[in-house]
């Protein structure tokens, strides 16, 4: 049972060794070469994913800048801005200075007819009532902010939304003056502020339009937006988790969604500084965890150039959420590889068993003809391989060896030698033998396995000692008994006998006996 053991699990180690090698290295080179392609993959979506915000912001701002110079050369604008019969002229009538004007201006603008006086303030009032309406429908299509008008004294003579930091606005104020003073052949059509904070969370800037009339300016539009129609546009198109800045020379925010599905008080995830700067110097691309280990996020990044102002358009996504088809990927991959591992050692405990189990069976066959027992039966001839010819020689040699025993010659022969030797052989090894279990406390089990002398097998569960049963009995000692055995089994349990035993003695006595009769057989010969 020992042999076999180690012979087959031997067979079995290695065969698992052979076979687990190349399946570890085709699953790692399949999963690392498709983490490579997902890895990729990731990066690629985020680009697009920026390119799309990228489109939408210059379109936004494109279509504002058409709108505001279509409205500016427009009869709307001409009408109610001209020289001679706009606002412009109607603020004039207003007051005797401009002073009285902007105070008759204020109820009129915020749609106080009770206090109306005078004549000249109700035909403002005509005037506001005649294109107010028409202002206030193109703001809400166009989803700007707010609009005012200017004269070339920098008064505000009109206003959609009457705001008292309309006409004390410092950065609106310094641009019409900066308008004013372009010459004629190097005014732009339209001009605009920079974004500067309104609100907590919302960015404002205005646009500047000069009002012409017969190649003159009469007046100087103003219009109001704010970022948060854009930051309404892009929240829609934005993925859950991810975060999407515009950032402004100053490091600040355009666009207030930075995150669109959640009422948390700060960003889950922020931009790096590393890829404002990159993306501030012209540059573009995607900054992995891998390259920046403390950013939690997969971050794009791209230039943004609108009407000479420089922008760094941001977008992020968790590592978590990018990286997800990555993490299915090691999962399967190590599903797969230990149910591998698992069918390759079912496969190989069944190959060790099947290959090793007729080399053992033949093994016994053989061990059985060396003790004499030649009725012994040869198994697996019928096979057509190795095992199969080492049957078929073990069969012959069977054959030959029963021959040889049975011939007449061999059996006057071996008549003589049995009349020669002493007929109490065979008792002496049984007797000894007996001395010796009995020495050994009756366990013949014990003995086998300590001694390494007989064999042990394993029978329907229990163990069985077939050797060396044929050795307690006269009648089973094989005609040629192994009496070396039976010596080296008596000085194995002389080594474990104290000499105050009672069975040593009488252990030495049969060791002595069995001496004796070799001498004298081997005189005899």
């Not at 920026?50 to 709307?76: G, P």
């Not at 974004?195 to 009002?211: D, K, N």
Request: proline share 5%; charged share 15%.
């Amino acid at each position: 049972m020992g042999y076999s053991t180690r012979l087959q699990r031997r067979f079995m180690w290695w065969f698992f060794s052979l076979s687990i090698i190349p399946v570890v290295i085709l699953t790692g080179y399949f999963t690392w070469s498709q983490s490579q392609l997902l890895i990729d993959q990731a990066h690629q979506q985020l680009e697009n994913e920026r390119d799309r915000y990228y489109v939408t912001i210059t379109s936004y701002f494109n279509d504002q800048v058409r709108a505001v110079t279509n409205l500016a050369a427009s009869d709307l604008a001409t009408s109610s801005g001209g020289r001679f019969y706009g606002f412009p002229n109607a603020f004039q009538q207003l007051g005797d200075d401009t002073r009285q004007s902007q105070r008759r201006l204020i109820p009129i603008l915020q749609q106080s007819p009770n206090q109306y006086a005078g004549v000249t303030a109700q035909k403002y009032h005509r005037l506001y009532r005649r294109f107010h309406h028409q202002f206030q429908s193109w703001l809400a299509r166009y989803a700007f902010n707010n609009l005012a008008m200017f004269d070339l004294n920098q008064n505000l003579v009109y206003t959609v939304k009457a705001h008292p930091m309309t006409q004390d606005h410092p950065s609106l104020k310094n641009a019409i003056k900066q308008l004013m003073n372009m010459p004629a052949q190097q005014r732009p059509k339209w001009m605009r502020t920079d974004f500067e904070s309104h609100g907590s969370r919302t960015m404002q800037a205005w646009y500047l339009v000069p009002i012409l009339k017969s190649g003159h300016m009469q007046s100087i539009l103003a219009i109001s937006t704010t970022t948060d129609n854009l930051s309404a546009t892009l929240r829609q198109r934005q993925p859950p988790e991810s975060g999407l800045w515009l950032i402004n020379q100053n490091h600040q925010s355009l666009l207030n969604s930075w995150v669109p599905h959640s009422n948390q008080a700060k960003p889950s995830i922020l931009p790096s500084n590393h890829a404002i700067d990159t993306a501030f110097h012209g540059q573009q691309g995607v900054m992995s965890p891998s390259q920046y280990t403390l950013m939690p996020q997969l971050t794009a990044y791209r230039p943004v150039n609108v009407a000479g102002a420089s922008w760094a358009l941001i977008t992020c996504t968790p590592q978590k959420r990018a990286y997800q088809p990555l993490r299915h990927l090691y999962a399967i991959s190590a599903t797969l590889l230990i149910a591998v591992i698992v069918l390759l050692v079912c496969v190989g405990h069944w190959l060790s068993h099947r290959l090793t189990l007729p080399i053992l069976q033949l093994t016994w066959c053989a061990e059985q003809f060396a003790a004499g027992e030649l009725d012994y039966p040869v198994t697996h001839r019928q096979r057509c391989d190795e095992i199969g010819r080492l049957a078929t020689a073990l069969s012959h040699l069977k054959h030959s060896l029963r021959a040889t025993y049975f011939s007449p010659s061999s059996t006057i022969k071996h008549k003589e030698t049995q009349a020669q030797q002493p007929e109490s052989i065979h008792r002496c090894l049984v007797d000894a033998m007996n001395l010796a279990l009995a020495a050994w406390d009756g366990d013949k089990v014990d003995l086998a396995e300590k001694s390494g002398l007989w064999r042990v097998y394993q029978d329907k569960g229990s163990l069985q000692t077939r050797t060396l049963d044929k050795y307690l009995h006269v009648e089973t000692v094989p005609k040629t008994p192994r009496w070396r055995n039976v010596v080296r089994t008596l000085d194995f349990v002389l080594e474990h006998t104290s000499e105050q035993s009672p069975h040593y003695q009488s252990l030495k006595q049969a060791q002595l006996d069995i001496q004796n009769w070799v001498s004298q057989d081997k005189g005899r010969r």
